[in-house]
């Protein structure tokens, strides 16, 4: 890969220790992948901060690098193990708050906004069509790839990381028009008819399309939380980071529809549901947000919890940024929300928070949410809001 | 004493015992970073331990969390001395890095037999 000469230095180590070994990553990065240089970035999303999955070497090498590190720019975080306020209240040991703590502050030293959120596209971190960003998290990886159209490999979080402190990435794969042309056309003859059928569209997808771009007809139309729920879906069960929806999506038009065409049935998502679905009853855990609740899922979640309560033995978490809880705060949904006995799970979420063990089953709208949980040895159910909340009000799984 | 050249990944020098697989490793969830032993289940190294070794196998798999393992079993001590790949991908790649394990790819790994002794410096792998 070509350095300039101003690179070629940051990489010998003239501007530190974390710029050097930034450098190192993003140029072995660029050759493995046959890089022709590097391109600047207009932001960064970090993952990788859940104390969970870093253990203390993890912390270490932050710490490392925070010693003289400083991202150059706009650099926003994923969600943490546990709420940053209110942990107690979510049942996290202090050992664990104490170490995701010193994981946060390093994150802080440099220079990062604490977000904590995998939605960084609705608090601010918003790029534009066509902008070269280095980002990690799947799911807002695919969001900005596909509904933003802006440009973005999937990072691992040290090389997000690496490019914030450098404010570069090396410029192959997604960074490419031609690697971004659609590769499967995917005929969706199925209604849609509420959002959790967005997690098991993506499903459906996802294993039809593994590893491919689809090019997506017959979708009439799609709002913002479907397609951030399909997003988190379709990549988490086999689709490359980027898809297009002829008449929804950016770009879908400007794009050749591929020759080969795989169709989604009605049958096909009833199998997603049985698929994503335990055979369970009794519900511990019903958790919404994933990926974290916009201000009307907030909304929606209060609207159907009004002058109704959670049940014993249940709880009912609403995964959502800070930023995202504040609105509610303002509009009184956070009170209605916490008066019913359900509790708001800010910069956290289902999948990395340290849930094995608590809870034996989780209810949820999120088709990711439940890859997620399984992992951490739960029965899960999909289903749409209102059948999440009633969940929560009876403890039982009623469809 | 026959050479193989390949491409450097990350710097250094190791040299031990190769312990070679003709498949993909992922080290989040597939390696214990306490005792750096395989514990991905019907892996065929599953059960055997990856410390001190020239770890040889055709390329990584699974979630970018594992280049965070290969850190941590840097700092355990329960890292491989070295790691050959046929192709390396990312997150091998970046763990190998922040790590500083040795790693050179484009390497015929049919050639190295687990057991053998191994050096691998600056892209070159050499069959002691």
Redesign the interface.
């Given at each position: 890969m070509y350095l300039t000469e101003k690179e070629q230095r940051m990489l010998e180590g003239a501007e530190g220790y974390a710029v050097r070994?930034s450098m190192?990553?993003l140029v072995?990065?660029g050759?493995?992948y046959d890089a022709k240089s590097l391109i600047k970035v207009g932001s960064v999303q970090v993952?990788?901060v859940s104390y969970h999955?870093?253990?203390?070497?993890?912390l270490?090498?932050l710490n490392e690098l925070a010693k003289d590190g400083k991202v150059r720019v706009l650099t926003t975080l994923n969600p943490a193990g546990m709420d940053l306020e209110n942990w107690q209240q979510l049942g996290i040991s202090p050992e664990f708050a104490e170490k995701q703590n010193l994981v946060i502050d390093a994150f802080k030293r440099m220079g990062i906004l604490i977000s904590c959120t995998c939605t960084p596209y609705l608090i601010g971190n918003l790029p534009l069509y066509g902008e070269h960003i280095a980002w990690?998290e799947s799911s807002a990886v695919t969001f900005a790839n596909s509904v933003i159209g802006a440009k973005t490999n999937?990072?691992?979080?040290?090389?997000a990381l690496a490019a914030a402190f450098v404010g570069k990435t090396p410029c192959y794969g997604l960074h490419l028009d031609e690697n971004r042309v659609p590769e499967v056309h995917v005929q969706v003859n199925a209604e849609l008819t509420k959002l959790s059928d967005w997690g098991a569209l993506g499903y459906a997808i996802g294993k039809k399309a593994e590893n491919k771009i689809p090019y997506i007809t017959g979708v009439k139309a799609a709002d913002l939380d479907e397609l951030k729920s399909f997003c988190a879906s379709v990549v988490t069960y086999g689709a490359k980071p980027l898809f297009y929806i002829k008449g929804i999506t950016p770009g879908a038009e400007q794009q050749p529809q591929p020759k080969e065409t795989v169709t989604i049935e009605q049958a096909d998502i009833k199998n997603a549901y049985d698929n994503i679905n335990d055979e369970v009853s009794d519900i511990e855990l019903v958790c919404v947000g994933c990926p974290h609740c916009s201000i009307n899922e907030i909304a929606k979640v209060a609207e159907l919890l009004e002058g109704k309560k959670v049940a014993d033995g249940t709880e009912f978490w609403v995964a959502t940024s800070r930023t995202a809880k504040q609105l509610a705060d303002k509009r009184g949904y956070t009170q209605i929300i916490e008066a019913a006995g359900a509790k708001f799970a800010c910069d956290t979420c289902m999948a990395v928070a340290p849930l094995k063990g608590r809870f034996k089953s989780l209810a949820t709208t999120s088709a990711k949410g439940c890859f997620y949980s399984r992992q951490n040895n739960m029965k899960t159910k999909m289903g749409s809001m209102e059948e999440c909340v009633e969940a929560a009000v009876t403890g039982k799984w009623s469809s | 004493m026959e050479q193989l050249k390949g491409r450097l990944i990350s710097k250094g020098k190791g040299e031990g015992e190769a312990l070679v697989t003709t498949q993909p490793i992922s080290f989040y969830g597939g390696v214990d970073p306490n005792t750096g032993v395989v514990i991905e289940k019907g892996h065929e190294l599953q059960g055997q331990s990856v410390k001190g070794k020239i770890l040889v196998f055709p390329t990584g798999k699974g979630s970018t969390v594992g280049s965070y393992t290969l850190y941590r079993m840097k700092k355990n001590g329960t890292a491989p001395a070295a790691i050959v790949n046929r192709e390396c991908e990312t997150v091998v790649a970046v763990g190998v890095i922040i790590s500083e394990i040795p790693c050179v790819d484009k390497i015929d790994i049919a050639k190295i037999k687990t057991g053998s002794h191994v050096q691998v410096e600056s892209g070159v792998v050499t069959l002691l």
């Open positions: 070994k190192e990553i072995a990065l050759d493995i993952a990788g999955n870093l253990g203390d070497a993890g270490e090498f990690s999937r990072e691992g979080g040290p090389s | -």
